[in-house]
């Protein structure tokens, strides 16, 4: 027992100056984002620090962005020799994940998701797709009610993120379609979400299939540590089996509430999420009220964390 899990948080996490204090005070954490802007050609450092949050969102940015602060907040954290026995990721955040364990190099991560952020943009014209958060309905009434109208209208299940929460993604029509057959199947409420396109659905799959090319431009490795990925929720440590993964990933939906339980049964009993926001960090008490739950999104919070941990040995 006794083990911790890294968590990292997905996309819509961003905000304008996320990671900066841990970045003035932490050279480990500036020279991330320093070897972010150099690996781009373009300072993504300046879009995070000054924004504006429509140009910070734009997924090209916003995805770069997010695993540059989770990584710069990573390697703060490390420096207080605090490891994980796993790392997890909220979809987006699989990369960072993939960093934490040893997969991937943290200019490779940045420069593979600035990649996927353009790929998925272009994928879907704009307004064309969406995506919506289903609360309140169980899984297996969603995935029938969805599973019928996507014999029409492209639509399904994009995230499992929590008992209760659903998110379901496809085209525009798809998804007003499923808002109004899940409402009278018995879901409390079916939110639109603020997205630029119908992410984890089908419609997907031309950017996955391109992205394969790109993930050949970079080195992968075995993992020090597995990294429960969103695809299966299984431990992962074989690289050869990554490319896979990451491919569908783009199209499939995200098991996050399955790899948190996949955690617990594996004996975590603390989860970390580092990076941007406290997103990712809700789902996992919203799954288990059990597990020790903390955060590391700023400097305050980081050293509240370090404490904890260090304390706590």
Do not use: W
């Amino acid at each position: 027992m006794n083990k911790i899990a890294f968590v990292f948080p997905g996309q819509g996490s961003q905000k304008v100056g996320m990671g900066q204090d841990v970045s003035a005070t932490y050279p480990e954490a500036k020279a991330v984002f320093e070897k972010a802007d150099a690996k781009l050609g373009f300072s993504l450092t300046d879009i995070i620090t000054e924004g504006p949050i429509e140009l910070l969102t734009k997924s090209e940015n916003a995805q770069p962005a997010l695993v540059a602060t989770s990584v710069a907040i990573l390697r703060a954290l490390e420096t207080a020799g605090i490891k994980a026995d796993y790392a997890i990721g909220h979809s987006l955040g699989e990369y960072s994940a993939l960093v934490a364990a040893g997969f991937l190099s943290e200019e490779d991560a940045i420069y593979l998701v600035h990649e996927r952020g353009k790929l998925m943009e272009a994928a879907v014209p704009d307004g064309a797709g969406a995506m919506a958060a289903v609360l309140g309905l169980d899984a297996e009434t969603i995935e029938h009610v969805t599973a019928e109208i996507a014999k029409s209208e492209p639509v399904q299940i994009a995230n499992y993120n929590c008992p209760g929460q659903i998110v379901i993604s496809g085209t525009k029509a798809g998804i007003d379609k499923a808002a109004e057959e899940l409402k009278a199947a018995g879901a409390k409420r079916v939110m639109p979400l603020a997205v630029s396109g119908p992410f984890h659905s089908a419609l997907m799959k031309p950017a996955a299939e391109k992205f394969g090319a790109v993930l050949k431009t970079v080195t992968l490795l075995d993992g020090d540590i597995p990294v429960v990925n969103n695809v299966d929720a299984e431990p992962l440590t074989d690289k050869a089996l990554l490319e896979d993964k990451l491919i569908r990933q783009i199209y499939s939906p995200v098991r996050f509430e399955q790899s948190v339980e996949a955690l617990i049964e594996a004996g975590v009993d603390t989860f970390v999420e580092i990076g941007a926001g406290k997103v990712a960090s809700g789902l996992v008490k919203k799954i288990n009220r059990e597990v020790k739950v903390l955060n590391a999104f700023d400097l305050e919070s980081l050293e509240a964390v370090i404490a904890e941990l260090k304390g706590g040995k």
